[in-house]
């Protein structure tokens, strides 16, 4: 089994419709970041989490709202979907025991069309 | 200017060449390096990691680091269809709460 998983892997949706997207992980990794890629801008930063109890905003966040309900869970919600959110969201983890020297492991990413 | 920076390529070198791919980065601080490789529609994977000025080698991949430059590469030997993808250099600061910050990225064709 996948240790960082998606759910849903892809889904299409309507503008102003609310979704969210789930990530779970069984790394035992405290640390959890949603990011967005669109073709040309690699990987942007939406939310971070460090702990369940530390969330921080990362360059992107507008539009965008998360919940840590556990260590092993992480979602990204969109409160009223835009077609401009069309992009590759991708869920990862770190070990903070890593220090500045932490990898990330990723999600297999969850392909969202706002139309 | 953007904190990490890259060619966006594509970047189309033959099989059995050397594939080299540069990043640099704007922040003189910046401790940690890596390299990830990104298949078309599927997840970022961590291939090299590199803290020291020099070169690292693992396998047919070597990372070179010049912090006084600020800049970091990646060279891959025999370079082999396989290899074709896309590959992001990241950064990460002195401290462990510092966020990795991402290149966007550089697309490597293998020609066969």
């Known amino acids: 089994d996948a240790d960082v998983t998606q759910t849903p892997r892809n889904r299409i949706t309507k503008t102003g419709k609310r979704i969210m997207l789930e990530c779970s992980q069984t790394?035992?990794?405290?640390?959890m970041y949603w990011y967005r890629q669109d073709p040309g801008l690699g990987l942007r930063l939406i939310y971070y989490?460090?702990?369940?109890?530390?969330?921080n905003k990362g360059e992107i966040s507008d539009g965008y709202s998360v919940s840590r309900q556990a260590q092993a869970k992480f979602s990204l919600s969109l409160e009223s979907a835009i077609p401009n959110q069309t992009a590759l969201y991708f869920c990862?983890?770190?070990?903070?025991?890593?220090?500045?020297?932490?990898?990330?492991?990723f999600g297999p990413g969850t392909r969202l069309l706002v139309l | 200017q953007k904190e990490v920076e890259q060619n966006s390529g594509p970047l189309s070198v033959p099989e059995g060449a050397i594939a080299s791919l540069n990043c640099t980065y704007s922040?003189?601080?910046?401790?940690?390096f890596f390299w990830y490789r990104q298949y078309s529609g599927k997840s970022p994977e961590l291939i090299m990691s590199i803290y020291s000025n020099g070169d690292k080698e693992d396998g047919r991949f070597t990372a070179q680091l010049n912090k006084a430059s600020q800049y970091v590469s990646l060279l891959i030997r025999d370079s082999q269809p396989s290899d074709s993808a896309t590959y992001l250099c990241a950064v990460n600061k002195m401290y462990s709460y510092d966020k990795v910050i991402f290149g966007p990225g550089t697309s490597l064709s293998v020609i066969p």
């Open positions: 922040d003189r601080v910046s401790q940690s």
């Open positions: 990862a983890t770190s070990d903070r025991r890593g220090g500045s020297r932490e990898t990330q492991y």
């Open positions: 790394k035992g990794h405290d640390r």
């Open positions: 989490s460090f702990d369940v109890k530390d969330i």
